[in-house]
C-alpha cells in the first residue's frame, strides 16, 4: 500500500491521472489493470492470502510500483518465491567513486576492485607495488594469475593457492550460468595456460571468501597476507579485495616502509632492508 502511495495516476500514465482524489497514489483497481492482473487477485496479494503468485505477475506488479532492485527481491520474498539475483540501481552507480576511495584509504595495504569477470576496475598504489598491478599486465586477474611472468615470480604460494582462486572463479560462473564472458575467459585461459585447464577440469567450487598469500618482494622480502574478497550490496556488480597483513609476521612494518617516500625511491632502485 505505501508503494501505491507514492506513485499517482498521471506518473502511471492512467487517463485523467491529473484529477484530484481523496487519497494519494495508485488505487488497487489501477495496479491490477497496469500489472494485467484481476483486481481481487491484486487485493488478496496485499492481504497476504494463500494465492498462486508467479514470478511473471510479480515482475508485472514490481514494474506498475516502480520498485527497486532491492523491493523488488523483497516482494518475492514476501510471496515465497526464491529472490531473483540482485541487480545495479542506477542510483547506486556513483557508489563506485566511493569504493575508489576506499582501496586508497587501506594505503599502504593492497586492495583492487574488480567487476563480475574478474576484470579489474582499480587498485591502489600498493597493489602496484607489492602485487605488481600495471597497465600494461592483463587487466582480467585470473589471465594475470596463471600468465603474469611478475606475478608468478613474486607469489610464493601460487601452487598451493592456485586450485582455490580457480574453484572461485568456477563458484562466480555457476552464479551467471548464461553469461557469455565467462565462458570466453575459460576458452582465452585454456589457449594459454595447461596449468589453468588441468585445474579447470577437476570441476572443484568454493565461495570466494579469505585466502592466505606468501609473496616475494624483491626490496622488502617475504610478505605474508591474507586476502579478503567483499560484496557490496548496492553494486553487486563489484567486488573488492582487501589485502591485511598476517599477525605474527613483519609484514605491516614492511608495507608502511614500501608506502613511504623512502620506500617508494627504495622500489626505484632495490636495496634490501632488513
Request: glycine share 8%.
Amino acid at each position: 500500500m505505501s508503494r501505491r502511495a507514492r506513485i499517482s495516476p498521471a506518473e502511471a500514465g492512467l487517463p485523467g491521472g491529473g484529477a484530484r482524489r481523496r487519497t494519494p497514489g495508485l488505487r488497487r483497481e489501477e495496479v491490477a489493470v497496469l500489472a494485467g492482473v484481476g483486481a481481487s487477485w491484486y487485493q488478496w496479494l496485499e492481504q497476504g492470502r494463500a494465492i498462486t503468485v508467479s514470478p511473471q505477475v510479480l515482475d508485472a506488479v514490481a514494474r506498475v510500483l516502480r520498485l527497486t532492485g532491492a523491493e523488488r527481491r523483497h516482494l518475492y520474498a514476501l510471496a515465497g518465491l526464491n529472490p531473483p539475483r540482485p541487480e545495479v540501481d542506477r542510483a547506486a552507480l556513483d557508489v563506485s567513486e566511493g569504493l575508489h576511495r576506499l582501496i586508497d584509504t587501506w594505503m599502504p595495504y593492497p586492495a583492487h576492485i574488480m567487476d563480475i569477470h574478474w576484470n579489474c576496475v582499480t587498485f591502489n598504489d600498493a597493489a602496484a607495488t607489492v602485487l605488481g598491478m600495471r597497465a600494461e599486465s592483463p587487466q582480467n586477474c585470473l589471465v594475470a594469475y596463471f600468465t603474469d611472468p611478475l606475478y608468478r615470480e613474486r607469489a610464493k604460494s601460487w601452487e598451493t593457492n592456485a586450485p582455490q582462486v580457480v574453484a572461485h572463479f568456477r563458484a562466480a560462473y555457476s552464479d551467471h550460468p548464461e553469461d557469455e564472458g565467462f565462458a570466453e575467459l575459460v576458452a582465452e585461459l585454456g589457449e594459454l595456460s595447461e596449468e589453468f585447464v588441468e585445474l579447470w577440469n577437476r570441476r572443484d567450487v568454493v565461495t570466494g571468501g579469505m585466502m592466505a598469500k606468501e609473496l616475494a618482494h624483491p626490496v622488502v622480502g617475504a610478505l605474508h597476507v591474507e586476502s579478503t574478497q567483499l560484496k557490496v550490496p548496492a553494486r553487486p556488480d563489484l567486488s573488492i579485495v582487501l589485502h591485511n597483513p598476517q599477525p605474527h609476521t613483519d609484514t605491516a612494518r614492511k608495507l608502511e616502509w614500501l608506502a613511504s617516500p623512502e620506500g617508494r625511491r627504495g622500489a626505484r632502485y632495490p636495496v634490501a632492508v632488513g
